[in-house]
C-alpha cells in the first residue's frame, strides 16, 4: 500500500478524516501499536503536503491525465507499443546501431576502437510474480539472456535489481536471487552485480516485489529485426512459455503446469547456432513475448518495413501441448500471450541447415511462415488469410485481466493526443534542462 500517495489524495480531497482513515489503514498492514501506527500517519501527511504542491519547470512533473491502466501500457498491445514509440522520440537520435527506435529486443553499440557489437538489456519481473520470488528470478533472468541471444550475441554477464516493500520477508531477496542464479549456473553467464532496496521506502507498506535484471554480450554478427528482407522464412522453436504461463497457470489454480515453464530450451537452441557458425545466415532473432506473435509480428513489420505471412497450423503443432491445453480451456487466446519461443528470420536456402542445428540440441521446429513485400501481418488460418494485428492488450491471461478486456477504449484517439502532448512537454523540458546546465557551467 502507497500511504503517500493515500496521504495525497485525502489532502486534495480536503478529508477531515484523513489521519484516523490512514491510521487504520496502516493497521491493516502493519504488526504495531495504534500509537505507532498514527505517528506514521501524521509523518506521511507532513511528507506529502510538503510535496504536494512543488513550483518549478525541473520539480514540476509532466502529466497528460491519462493513466498507465487506460492507456494499457505494459499490457503488451496497441497502447503499449504506442507509449515506447512515445519512449524512443524522447531519447531521440543516439548514434547506436540499434535503439529504442528499432523496437527491437536490446540496444546495441559498437565497442569503442573495435568491430565488436556490445548488446545490453534489461528486463522487469512478471507483476503478478511477486509472490513467488524463486519463479519471478528464474524467468526474468531467462529473458534478459534471451533478449541478448537474439540479437545474435553470447551473454557474458547478468546484473539485477529488487525492490521489497517494508513489511516484505528478506528472505524474499535470498529466494529470488537463487532463481537468477539458477539460470546463471545452467548456462555458466555469471551474475556479478546488482542493486537491493525497499519499495518507496517508508512510504510504501506490505509484502510487494518488484525489480528486474539485465544482461551484456558481445557479437560480430547481429540479428537485428531490421534486416528482415522478401523471400526470408519464418522459422519458430517450441514455446512453453514463462512469467505469463506460469501467473496463469497460478492465478486459474492449474499450478502443475508451472512446471512445463522451468527449462532453458530456447537459449540452449542459440547457444547452438552461435556454435555453428550460421548465425551471419540468420536475418533476425527474436523471442515470442511482447503480446504473443501478435505483438512480434506487428512490431518485426514496422521495423523491417516488410509484411508477415504465418501459417497457424504450424504455430499451434509448437506449443507445449499441456500449455496449450490449458489456454484452450481458459479461452485464452495463445496467438496474444507469450510464449517464449525464438522466432528465426532467414534465407530459405539456410532453413535446413538452421533446423538441423536447433533439432541437434534438443528442440523442436519448424517452418511457420514467410516475407513479403508490403506491410502488416497476416494469418493463414484453415487456408484463410486474415488480419494479424495486436489487439489493444495482449490475451487476458487472469481472472482480473479477462474482466479488464483487451478491446481498445472507444476514447483511445483522444488518449493518444494527451500521450503526444505530454511526451513533446518532456521533450521540451529535457532541452530547457540541457541548456540551463550548459549555461551554468559555461
Do not use: W
Request: aromatic content about 4%; proline content about 3%; hydrophobic content about 40%.
Amino acid at each position: 500500500m502507497d500511504i503517500e500517495g493515500y496521504a495525497k489524495r485525502g489532502l486534495r480531497a480536503n478529508d477531515p478524516e484523513l489521519e484516523d482513515k490512514l491510521t487504520a489503514r496502516i493497521l491493516e498492514v502493519k504488526k504495531t501499536t495504534p500509537e505507532h501506527a498514527r505517528r506514521l500517519a501524521q509523518a506521511a501527511i507532513v511528507e506529502a503536503l510538503n510535496t504536494l504542491e512543488v513550483k518549478g519547470d525541473i520539480l514540476e512533473p509532466t502529466l497528460s491525465g491519462v493513466t498507465m491502466g487506460e492507456f494499457g501500457v505494459g499490457s503488451r498491445g496497441t497502447g503499449d507499443f504506442y507509449t515506447h514509440e512515445k519512449i524512443a522520440e524522447i531519447i531521440g537520435k543516439t548514434g547506436a546501431v540499434v535503439d529504442s527506435a528499432h523496437l527491437d529486443d536490446s540496444g546495441v553499440v559498437l565497442g569503442n576502437g573495435t568491430d565488436k557489437y556490445i548488446i545490453v538489456t534489461i528486463d522487469g519481473i512478471h507483476s503478478r510474480l511477486s509472490d513467488f520470488p524463486f519463479l519471478a528470478g528464474f524467468h526474468v533472468a531467462r529473458a534478459a539472456l534471451r533478449d541478448v541471444y537474439v540479437m545474435g550475441a553470447r551473454p557474458i554477464a547478468m546484473l539485477s535489481d529488487i525492490h521489497v516493500a517494508d513489511d516484505g520477508d528478506v528472505g524474499k531477496i535470498f529466494d529470488h536471487i537463487a532463481g537468477i542464479t539458477t539460470v546463471s549456473e545452467l548456462m555458466g553467464i555469471p551474475l556479478i552485480t546488482g542493486s537491493t532496496l525497499r519499495i518507496g521506502g517508508d512510504m510504501v507498506i506490505g509484502e510487494r516485489m518488484t525489480g528486474g535484471v539485465g544482461a551484456i554480450g558481445t557479437t560480430s554478427d547481429l540479428t537485428a529485426r531490421n534486416q528482415t528482407r522478401a523471400g526470408d522464412v519464418i522459422l519458430m522453436t517450441e514455446g512453453a512459455g514463462g512469467g505469463t504461463v506460469s501467473t496463469t497457470a497460478l492465478y486459474y489454480n492449474m499450478h502443475h503446469v508451472v512446471k512445463e515453464t522451468m527449462n532453458v530450451k530456447f537459449l540452449e537452441a542459440c547457444e547452438a547456432l552461435i556454435v555453428s557458425g550460421l548465425l551471419p545466415y540468420i536475418h533476425a532473432m527474436t523471442d515470442v513475448t511482447n503480446g504473443g506473435i501478435r505483438g512480434d509480428a506487428n512490431e518485426i513489420s514496422k521495423t523491417a518495413g516488410m509484411k508477415l505471412v504465418f501459417e497457424e497450423n504450424k504455430i499451434r503443432s509448437l506449443v507445449n501441448p499441456v500449455v496449450f491445453d490449458m489456454l484452450e480451456s481458459l479461452k485464452i487466446d495463445y496467438l496474444g500471450v507469450s510464449l517464449d519461443a525464438l522466432l528465426i528470420i532467414s534465407p530459405q536456402e539456410y532453413a535446413t541447415d538452421i533446423m538441423r542445428v536447433v533439432k541437434e540440441a534438443g528442440v523442436r521446429i519448424d517452418i511457420i511462415g514467410h516475407v513479403e513485400k508490403g506491410i502488416g501481418a497476416k494469418i493463414i488460418i484453415d487456408g484463410i488469410i486474415k488480419d494479424f494485428t495486436p489487439r489493444f492488450r495482449e490475451s487476458a491471461y487472469t481472472p482480473i485481466k479477462k474482466m479488464v478486456g483487451e478491446e481498445e477504449p472507444k476514447n483511445f484517439l483522444e488518449m493518444k493526443h494527451a500521450v503526444d502532448l505530454s511526451a513533446q512537454n518532456a521533450i521540451n523540458k529535457k532541452r530547457r534542462v540541457i541548456e540551463m546546465i550548459k549555461k551554468g557551467s559555461a
